[in-house]
């Protein structure tokens, strides 16, 4: 009898430890979340700074747009070259690889001449910044253990939104002070804080014992698309990934343009709503962690996907500034909430020797497709206006929710293969 209870002792042990949250967990989130604020906080100030450097190097709106765009892009191709080779050379030396170039391409548009050499640094650093998202959800997910997984992913993904908030706050202070080249200089900082807490980091259990396993990490392309189920998992996931960065650009670039054009915000106005609407999101994503650890992953997904839909087009009737304050919040609380749940999902789809490679290659083909937001956006706005450009976003939610009922498996609490 004493014997039987002390196995059960040991299984309970062995339980409690298992879904404890160990301080290299603590350590892989901090390394994790500062990089992809780092990610935030660079794209943010540069659509805070578009109208500056237009004027100073004399760009057209296209010229100036691109900008955007061409950033996205080259995170598409760093995103899919840089998450293949964390799932080879491991997780922790390839983001300090991701770090060096970001920061070395962002402060070289510092110095920049004209349209064409800003466009070089700007898609090269887009490169560095593609393996951000992937490679630290990655190893987030790996170093924590399942019954937290929605939530240390929601975690990662704040990381973000508070890079997006510092630069919304910091940007109308600095801005007027230091110049937009002043202002890209600033923006190396927090690589160097991520580089510096990933040099004391090693790479997850999870992954050396995968590691070790002959010819277990020369087919991660193959597994994303190793049979019909996952396939279809895959064609989600960048449905998903599409819409999130597609109407999560397509707002945010323009938003703050489209209050000072139209209802005669200043900087420090339309940064007030940006901080608000990022609040907003910011809340967002922690709610839907935590809900994605409890109901699972499709409900929550399908919660917030109709939630955007009445928002967006609750939003486009707006015109008073004090309304579209408070909406804002909650219109950015069901728009980019999602973003707290695609790490968790792609963690558990895909094994091991795959893992990053899916988060970079899924995530941003997505983040490609949304690279288009500001351009159809501003096109819509346009041709038409901007309440009709963003109630246009509230058809890409439904084909949003179409996704997740068809294609999208759950998966919640699932050990990681």
């Not at 196995?7 to 301080?23: F, L, N, P, Q, Y």
């Not at 070289?108 to 001449?113: N, S, V």
């Not at 917030?304 to 408070?326: C, E, H, K, N």
């Not at 956006?377 to 179409?402: E, H, K, N, R, T």
Request: proline share 3%; hydrophobic share 55%; with cysteine.
């Amino acid at each position: 009898m004493e014997a039987r209870v002390n196995t059960v002792d040991s299984v309970s042990t062995g339980i409690a430890s298992k879904e404890r949250v160990t301080s290299y967990g603590w350590k892989a989130l901090a390394g994790s979340a500062i990089g992809y604020a780092m990610d935030g906080f660079d794209l943010l100030i540069l659509g805070f700074m578009l109208p500056a450097i237009s004027a100073d190097l004399h760009l057209t709106t296209g010229q100036a747009g691109s900008l955007v765009t061409w950033t996205l892009i080259g995170a598409v191709a760093g995103g899919i070259f840089f998450g293949a080779l964390s799932d080879y050379y491991g997780r922790i030396r390839v983001l300090t690889w991701t770090i060096v170039m970001f920061a070395a391409f962002t402060g070289l548009c510092a110095f920049a001449q004209g349209y064409w050499d800003l466009l070089t640094y700007r898609t090269l650093a887009g490169v560095g910044l593609g393996g951000e998202f992937g490679i630290g959800m990655a190893l987030a997910a790996e170093a924590w253990p399942a019954k937290h997984r929605a939530r240390v992913s929601s975690y990662v993904a704040l990381g973000w939104q508070t890079g997006v908030l510092a630069a919304a706050l910091l940007t109308p202070m600095l801005l007027p002070q230091i110049g937009w080249r002043g202002m890209f200089l600033v923006g190396v900082i927090p690589a160097l804080v991520a580089w510096f807490i990933r040099n004391k980091l090693h790479e997850p259990e999870v992954f050396v014992r995968k590691a070790k396993e002959k010819g277990s990490r020369s087919k991660a392309f193959k597994l994303l698309v190793k049979d019909g189920r996952t396939t279809r998992t895959s064609l989600g996931i960048v449905i998903l990934c599409g819409v999130q960065n597609f109407g999560y650009y397509g707002i945010m670039i323009w938003m703050p343009s489209y209050l000072a054009n139209k209802l005669g915000f200043n900087l420090t106005k339309s940064a007030l709503w940006t901080s608000v609407t990022i609040l907003g999101m910011m809340a967002g994503i922690w709610v839907f962690g935590q809900m994605a650890d409890r109901i699972g992953r499709k409900p929550s997904f399908l919660l917030f996907q109709a939630g955007a839909v009445a928002m967006v087009l609750f939003y486009a009737q707006l015109s008073d500034p004090v309304t579209m304050l408070w909406a804002g919040a909650v219109l950015g609380m069901f728009v980019n909430g999602m973003l707290g749940g695609y790490g968790a999902l792609m963690s558990e789809a895909y094994p091991t020797e795959a893992r990053a490679t899916a988060q970079n290659v899924l995530f941003n083909i997505g983040r490609g497709i949304g690279g288009f937001g500001p351009v159809v956006v501003g096109a819509l706005a346009a041709a038409y206006s901007f309440q009709v450009a963003i109630a246009l976003l509230a058809a890409i939610y439904v084909i949003d929710m179409v996704a997740t009922i068809f294609l999208i498996p759950e998966l919640r609490g699932v050990e990681l293969e």
